[in-house]
């Protein structure tokens, strides 16, 4: 049987269809569409599911869907999801209604930790924390390769950790989460709101590289929020490893002044947990979706 798994992220939404073997057999992407609305992502999500059923002839198959945010056990409904036209909503009743079958839906770091704890940096280390440095800033716990999502189905939500009540508004209601400091959207507002100019992550890096000598105390401010918010997740959990996934994750300063920041932080003589890039790439979060649609968020033992 095959394992389809769709990982929804705020600019695009990734598909892959994995035989028996876990091998890769089609893999496909197409745009969020968000600023369209709810309808538009769903219909996106089905043209997807659609592709990747014809990529594998119609052959059996289970699904499952990565998410920012989570299902409400309350109401059913999304919940926390920095897409915000999809909270409240029924998404997986709607898409279960559109795709016409039952699938698995999980936080989309939950995914992205369970591929990285099976497959991935953390393979088979006991306590694994995943992170998801993104559009948004999420976090996902695997204790023994197996998800731990809590009753509310918020566990590991670092990204909502306040470092600063007087801080920068977040959509979620509160100030100065962590995902305001350090996410890329978060990075990105910062920016702007600094030097009065737009200019995406990756030409902030690159100017950073370069020497532009502004952005020194900019990064610099970075790599202590990057500290203060990793170093309160390692004194509550204490994990044996924790994997760093996103865009963000690709600034390869996270790893040496980053991590210098986590340890000058961290409620101990010494930081033992090492802070890793991710094995998966961009396949991570795609992937876990296809594990947890066929084997569920407990990650039965992956055979044929």
Not at 49 to 59: Q, R, S
Request: aromatic letters at 6%; a neutral charge; hydrophobic letters at 40%.
């Amino acid at each position: 049987m095959y394992r389809i798994g769709i990982d929804l992220g705020g600019t695009k939404i990734e598909g892959i269809a994995l035989d028996e073997a876990m091998e890769e057999v089609c893999r496909k992407r197409v745009p969020t569409k968000r600023e369209q609305g709810y309808e538009a992502i769903l219909q996106s999500i089905q043209k997807l599911y659609d592709e990747l059923v014809i990529g594998i002839h119609g052959e059996r198959h289970s699904l499952g869907i990565g998410t920012p945010g989570a299902i409400s056990h309350k109401t059913g409904l999304l919940k926390n999801s920095n897409t915000v036209c999809m909270n409240g909503k029924p998404v997986q009743k709607d898409l279960e209604k559109l795709i016409g079958m039952r699938f698995e839906m999980q936080n989309d770091a939950n995914c992205f930790t369970l591929a990285e704890a099976r497959l991935g940096a953390a393979e088979w280390k006991r306590v694994v924390f995943g992170v998801i440095m993104g559009t948004g800033c999420g976090g996902g716990i695997s204790v023994e390769g197996k998800i731990l999502s809590g009753p509310q189905r918020i566990a590991g939500e670092w990204g909502h950790m306040v470092l600063d009540p007087a801080g920068p508004e977040c959509y979620c209601g509160a100030r100065g989460c962590v995902e305001t400091y350090i996410s890329g959207g978060g990075l990105e507002r910062r920016y702007e709101e600094a030097f009065g100019a737009k200019k995406p992550l990756p030409e902030i890096l690159a100017a950073y590289r370069k020497g532009d000598k502004k952005l020194v105390p900019f990064m610099d401010e970075f790599y202590v929020r990057f500290g203060q918010a990793m170093a309160n997740l390692i004194n509550i959990l204490d994990p044996d490893i924790v994997v760093l996934g996103g865009g963000v994750s690709n600034c390869d300063e996270l790893y040496t002044k980053g991590v210098e920041e986590v340890r000058k932080r961290v409620f101990s003589d010494s930081l033992e947990t090492p802070i890793v890039r991710n094995k998966l790439g961009d396949s991570a979060g795609v992937i876990g979706a296809a594990l947890i649609g066929a084997f569920g968020v407990y990650g039965a033992t992956i055979t044929s």
